[in-house]
């Protein structure tokens, strides 16, 4: 087996007589005991198996295999949870594209099989000038899209969180924090209303752990969370209280995050008592849209269905004659602002999945010319 593909055991959860030798080669990373837990078939369920996943390996041997959520991303390697370990699993690159909420197809010996299909996909492009697609996680059900009640908040911000989640094809909620800080909550309600007339909206303070009850509805057994917003409204401190909530009913979630182990790592998803899953999105300062047409169309549904009226099939929406856009901009039922956030995310979707597919083709070229160089050196030495 390659020595890449081994594992190590962060800690076993099952109590059986050879999880003490488990021990002895194991990466601890928060040098946290064995924890001795019941395996059960519920344990798959409460990380969000079901039969989607199921199908795609009815035709394997179960005796042969095992399955295993992804539950971090850190550089060098994956924090994986099967429904008796906690493990560690290095990242190599024979792998596919894997991310956090992934769920994964392991040999017997916990070495790298597969990779299943995903129920859902968040991806961004790459921050900075790198031409390459990022992916945030897989296999979210819910995003809280998470704004202050202050003046940070900004539509065109919660627009570009909304198409992302619609292209995803995940749920959004609405999560307004600072409520505590807030005199009239209604006029950023009604902000949203006007964007997405049947948005779930929670206001919140996200300091009180009694103020984010209404959330612990959405994180569910076996459902998952993304956290997703700009830096400073409140997602770490929101998460701290839900999390922070379920400790005070039982201890045993208390280890993995307190260290601060994950601060610095990124993506990770946090097991609520719940039975729900947390995921924390740090390091979005910049979220580029790519690859996100339909997403757009849905976000903003009533420009669609107004440029459907419009008298020319590629209307721009600018002075043509018989814009229905420009006529619901002059008689009120259309903000300005709203369209310019359209043909924003719109055009920048366009260009970095141009540039996206540049890139790709770019790319494929390279391998075909490394190889056929590569033929040719072999067919020289052959000779
Ligand atoms: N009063 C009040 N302060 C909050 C609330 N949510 C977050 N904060 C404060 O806002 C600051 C930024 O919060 P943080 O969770 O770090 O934001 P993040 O960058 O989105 O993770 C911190 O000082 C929090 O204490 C809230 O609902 N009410
Ligand atoms: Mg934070
Ligand atoms: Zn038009």
Redesign the pocket.
């Known amino acids: 087996m390659n020595k890449h593909n081994r594992f190590s055991i962060i800690k076993s959860k099952t109590i059986s007589s050879s999880t003490s030798s488990s021990n002895s080669n194991s990466l601890s990373i928060d040098g946290s005991t064995v924890t001795h837990q019941e395996k059960s078939n519920d344990s798959l369920t409460r990380l969000g198996w079901r039969p989607f996943f199921a199908q795609q390996v009815a035709e394997e041997n179960i005796t042969e295999i095992q399955f295993a959520k992804v539950m971090a991303c850190h550089r060098n390697q994956f924090e994986l949870e099967t429904s008796t370990h906690t493990l560690t699993l290095p990242i190599t690159n024979q792998m596919p594209d894997i991310t956090v909420g992934d769920w994964l197809v392991l040999n017997d010996d916990h070495s790298f099989r597969h990779r299943l299909e995903r129920i859902s996909l968040f991806s961004r492009k790459a921050p900075g000038s790198k031409v390459q697609t990022q992916l945030i996680a897989a296999n979210v059900d819910t995003v809280f899209i ?1 704004s ?2 202050n003046n940070d908040f900004n539509l065109n911000r919660i627009e570009r969180y909304l198409t992302l989640a619609n292209e995803a094809g995940v749920t959004p909620v609405f999560v307004l ?5 807030c005199d009239d909550t209604r006029v950023y309600i009604k902000q949203i209303l006007g964007i997405s007339p049947l948005a779930m909206i929670e206001t ?5 752990r009694e ?1 984010v009850q209404s959330l612990h509805t959405y994180c569910s057994a076996g459902q998952t969370v993304a ?1 997703m ?12 209280s839900l999390i922070g909530s379920q400790s005070q009913l039982t201890s045993d979630i208390r280890e993995d995050d307190s260290k601060g182990r994950h601060t610095t790592t990124g993506r990770t998803l946090h097991q609520l008592k719940s039975g729900g899953l947390l995921l ?1 999105t ?1 390091g979005m300062r910049e979220l580029q849209l790519a690859d996100c047409e339909q997403g757009v169309a849905d976000t903003f549904e009533e420009i669609i269905s107004l440029a459907r009226q419009c008298r020319f099939g590629d209307c721009h929406h600018q002075s043509e004659p018989g814009c229905a856009v420009q006529m619901a901009l002059t008689n009120g039922e259309l903000e300005s602002r709203r369209l310019t956030s359209y043909q924003k995310l719109l055009r920048e979707q366009a260009l970095n999945t141009a540039s996206l597919a540049q890139k790709r083709a770019k790319d494929r070229n390279r391998t075909k010319f490394h190889r056929s160089v590569q033929d040719g050196a072999r067919r020289l030495k052959g000779k």
């Open positions: 998470v202050s009640l924090t600072k409520a505590d800080l919140v303070n996200a300091l009180a103020s956290v917003g700009s830096s400073g409204v409140g997602k770490s401190t929101l998460i701290n924390d740090p």
